[in-house]
């Protein structure tokens, strides 16, 4: 693939450090959603058997600290915004912190940029004489969309045009309270009330819980897709109602109901027929700002020749996206706002300067360890230097039914191409803290630290007979904290007085750790960079290469003191 030329008057040589030699193979594993957090019941990291990692942080402060991963260290709007795994990625490795998903969408929205765009110009042809339907998670978590966003887009569009306005509903329960979704629709609906008495025909159409509606990814279950493409275009699912509020608190009166996996519903007229099915002319918005859970109803949307799920029928629509969800397959092709111009990340200067490169995860990972890293890019810079290796997940298997994941094969993979001395840099993502910690399990979440912490000691070793440098780290918090807590920070108990369980991410920091053989004695991180986060990893790892970092790079963490 053919890779871009040279920013003007910048060169792509990195100059050598002066005091770091080149040459030593450095091992990049990143644990995904493995934070730091106060010792506690809830903490299933420090709950489980990681004698390799507890070691690592006994090597404090000289080689283990902490480094921010959420809100502005990140590129996202506030302090009070998570990390996720996307942008996390995407810093660690650019090297550099960029305007993200909810903060793009915000400065659009509050300039009017939005309004003004080829996206919104495009969807505007439909407004005459179709329905502008928006798609995307009822939430204000802020990891995939947020409530206020989907206001100001209602709003907006309304004034720009929209006569007629459908809202497909997906419930979280994920990022936010298990239970919120009520209040998330009480509001919407106002909202829309409001409209209709400004002569707009606006209402809920279709909706369902996020995890067995519509937002799959990574291809992991194409009946996800299918059971929203149903409801949402189709106008067809097993539950009814005639409003949206009626339809969620109705199917939560079951004792095993959740947000998160609420099934499919419709909402329907006085004759019973569906309110808002998608149909020929009509315009699609999907709302979310975050990729990952929206690129297969994207394809399903956009793509003429599909086979993934009988669609019954593909309307003729004009379909775009909040954000372009993938820069390589340009999905959706047309786009409410544009995504953010990564250049120059670290990848592209290591394969420039002759750095040979392993990249591996499993499926729900592998895509954060390459396309992000890379700066939403897919494919290789230089195919003769990097190799990437995709483990694939289990597949209908719940992560906590199989909390060990992939992390032990990918270790394995890791170690040997470590072994092979191929390769000048390995880089993993072991997903187990997240993937499993997202589903609430607590006792599941412990046993996956542990299979985690056995695969960091797989590589480690590995990295210890060919003389290495190891830098491991994460890219934002989530198993170190699975309790809902008061202001005061104590664990909130429902009506049966059982702590509720978190399954979000939080906004901890995460751990950074240095060592290897083959890290020079004088080495040490940084104390003078209290705010430091994981856009600092990437000048670090490019220093342990034996480069110098670009100099528009965020610091590195690491100096070299005379023994």
Not at 458 to 470: N, P, R, S, T, W
Not at 536 to 544: D, E, G, Q
């Amino acid at each position: 693939m053919a890779t871009r030329p040279p920013a003007e008057g910048k060169p792509w040589e990195l100059a050598a450090h002066p005091r770091l030699a080149k040459g030593t193979l450095v091992g990049v594993v990143v644990l995904d959603g493995w934070g730091e957090a106060p010792p506690d019941p809830f903490n299933c990291i420090h709950a489980a058997d990681t004698p390799t990692l507890d070691a690592l942080k006994k090597a404090a402060p000289a080689r283990w600290r902490l480094i921010k991963a959420h809100g502005t260290a990140v590129g996202l709007p506030t302090d009070d915004d998570m990390g996720n795994s996307e942008v996390g990625h995407n810093a660690l490795g650019a090297g550099q912190i960029y305007a993200q998903g909810a903060k793009l969408v915000d400065l659009a929205l509050a300039s009017g940029k939005i309004y003004e765009g080829e996206g919104f110009k495009y969807i505007r042809q439909s407004f005459d004489d179709g329905t502008l339907h928006l798609i995307g998670l009822l939430s204000d978590g802020g990891v995939h969309s947020r409530f206020d966003q989907l206001q100001l887009l209602l709003k907006g569009a309304s004034e720009h045009g929209a006569k007629r306005i459908r809202v497909h509903v997906l419930t979280d329960g994920r990022d936010v309270l298990d239970g919120s979704s009520v209040r998330f629709v009480e509001m919407l609906e106002e909202d829309l009330a409001r409209l209709r008495e400004k002569g707009v025909d606006a209402r809920v159409a279709s909706g369902g819980g996020r995890m067995y509606v519509t937002m799959d990814r990574y291809e992991n279950d194409w009946q996800v897709v299918k059971r929203g493409w149903d409801a949402h275009v189709l106008g067809e699912a097993p539950h009814k109602f005639k409003n949206a509020l009626e339809a969620v608190k109705k199917l939560r009166e079951d004792p095993k109901a959740n947000d998160q996996y609420l099934p499919p519903f419709v909402i329907v007229d006085e004759s019973g027929k569906p309110v808002g099915p998608i149909q020929d002319g009509d315009a699609v918005v999907t709302f979310n700002f975050r990729a990952d859970r929206m690129v297969m109803l994207a394809k399903a949307l956009e793509y003429e020749n599909f086979d993934k799920f009988d669609r019954v029928r593909f309307p003729k629509i004009r379909y775009a996206g909040m954000l372009q969800y993938d820069g390589e397959l340009k999905l959706p092709s047309h786009y409410l706002v544009a995504p953010p111009e990564i250049e120059r990340t670290s990848g592209e200067y290591l394969a420039r300067n002759g750095v040979r490169t392993y990249a591996c995860s499993e499926t729900v990972k592998f895509g954060h360890v390459t396309f992000f890293w890379n700066g939403n890019r897919s494919g290789y810079f230089n195919p003769s230097l990097e190799k990437y290796e995709e483990i694939p997940s289990d597949i209908g298997i719940p992560f906590n039914v199989q909390p060990k994941m992939k992390a032990l094969e990918i270790a394995q993979k890791a170690r040997d191409a470590i072994l092979s001395r191929k390769f000048d840099q390995v880089r993993v993502n072991i997903a187990n803290g997240d993937m499993v910690g997202h589903t609430g399990d607590i006792e599941a979440t412990i046993v996956g630290c542990k299979a985690a912490d056995e695969a960091v000691k797989i590589i480690l070793d590995a990295i210890e007979q060919v003389g290495g440098i190891f830098v491991l780290t994460a890219d934002h918090g989530n198993a170190e904290d699975m309790a809902k807590r008061d202001k005061s920070g104590k664990p909130l108990r429902d009506k049966d007085g059982k702590v509720q369980t978190l399954t979000s991410h939080t906004l901890n920091p995460v751990p950074i750790a240095i060592g290897g053989p083959g890290l020079a004695p004088g080495v040490r991180l940084r104390t003078d960079l209290p705010n430091a986060g994981l856009a600092n990893v990437a000048a670090t790892v490019m220093n342990l290469h034996g480069f110098e970092a670009p100099e528009h790079y965020e610091p590195t963490l690491i100096e070299v003191v005379d023994k």
